[in-house]
Nanobody, 115 residues
């Protein structure tokens, strides 16, 4: 499986931003999908995760500001982030767990929130 993410960029604090990711490959059977982020000098951390059934889990720092969604038929996952803060800055990585291939990461997309 390969993951291709898009939607990062430079935004001002308080703005909104949407990230999307599509998984491609043959005979995919994808379970969990999600988004992680890594700020300079920090470890990669979970932002949001969604199961195949649509159950979601969010980092405390984005609860109420982020919405993760997926389209199982298209193997896509999206993240809508509102009221962005400078501390949301980082490289955002798409994640998918394919049942036969295991965990896969996208290439990362930079999100920069200016104050």
């Amino acid at each position: 499986v390969q993951l291709q993410a898009c939607g990062g960029g430079l935004v001002q604090a308080g703005a909104s931003l949407s990230l999307s990711c599509i998984a491609s490959g043959t005979d995919l059977d994808i379970g969990h999908m999600g988004w992680f982020r890594q700020a300079p000098g920090n470890q990669r951390e979970l932002v949001a995760m969604i199961t195949w059934q649509g159950n979601t889990n969010y980092a405390d720092s984005v609860k109420g500001r982020g919405t993760i969604s997926r389209d199982n038929a298209k193997n896509t996952v999206s993240l809508q982030m509102n009221s962005l803060k400078p501390e949301d800055t980082g490289v955002y990585y798409c994640y998918a767990f394919e049942m036969r291939q295991g965990a896969t990461w996208g290439q990362g997309t930079q999100v920069t929130v200016s104050s």
